[in-house]
Nanobody, 127 residues
């Protein structure tokens, strides 16, 4: 079955960096778009960044543009989220999600359209 496992979260000071990994199994990554979402306490889960299965096109939320970079290594069945210049407001549980052939520009902002989810990894940025 489809499985997504996030790792790489932790505690970092403001201005620091982390790289999250989403290890996938049970499906052919080439045919799935992958998204990173986050949920802070008391807030809705929001789309942070997504990468397309078809052409590798990407989407970034305005709040992370220029700081976060999403990438995928289909040979390793893994998708990464490099997070630089982290801010306290980036503190959240980060989840990866998968959806076959999803057009990321349209779907990344809408979490209910994604069918497969990992368990999440906590990112805490101290000021």
């Amino acid at each position: 079955q489809v499985q997504l496992v996030e790792s790489g979260g932790g505690l970092v000071q403001s201005g620091g960096s982390l790289r999250l990994s989403c290890a996938t199994s049970g499906f052919t990554l080439d045919y799935y778009s992958i998204g990173w979402f986050r949920q802070a306490p008391g807030k809705e889960r929001e789309g942070v960044s997504c990468i397309s299965s078809s052409d590798g096109s990407t989407y970034y939320a305005d709040s992370v543009k220029g700081r976060f970079t999403i990438s995928r290594d289909n040979a390793k069945n893994t998708v990464y989220l490099q997070m630089n210049s982290l801010k306290p407001e980036d503190t959240a549980v980060y989840y990866c999600a998968a959806q076959p052939l999803a057009p990321v520009q349209a779907m990344c902002p809408i979490r209910r359209l994604w069918d497969y989810w990992g368990q999440g990894t906590q990112v805490t940025v101290s000021s």
